[in-house]
């Protein structure tokens, strides 16, 4: 299946005089995050939460010039789990991201 490439009718300056501040305001607010992270007791231990590792990874996304950024994101935050649960045991409810890379 061929995919066209959707065009935007609105240009780069229109889309960004209507998008930019609130964008902006996102990735201060992201930036405020990671610092709070930074100044937690156990700092060191962040690297290894899944969901700060799916974090990066969308991050790396963001910035790779490559098309469909959004599509490609949510992938990594898609629970990928083939599988319904048999019972609510364990489960505290949604995370953001799948665990281990399920």
């Known amino acids: 299946m061929i995919k066209e490439k959707i065009h935007?009718?609105?240009?780069?300056?229109?889309?960004?005089?209507?998008?930019?501040p609130e964008n902006r305001a996102k990735l201060i607010d992201l930036a405020a995050f990671f610092d709070r992270m930074?100044?937690?007791?156990?700092?060191?231990?962040?690297?290894?939460?899944?969901?700060l590792t799916a974090f990066f990874e969308a991050l790396n996304i963001l910035s790779d010039g490559e098309a469909n950024r959004a599509g490609r994101i949510l992938e990594i935050f898609s629970d990928k789990t083939a599988e319904l649960p048999q019972s609510a045991d364990g489960v505290k409810g949604a995370t953001g991201a799948a665990k281990n890379g399920e």
């Open 38 to 51: 930074d100044r937690t007791s156990d700092s060191h231990a962040a690297g290894s939460d899944y969901r």
């Open 8 to 20: 935007n009718t609105l240009t780069s300056k229109e889309v960004i005089d209507r998008y930019f």
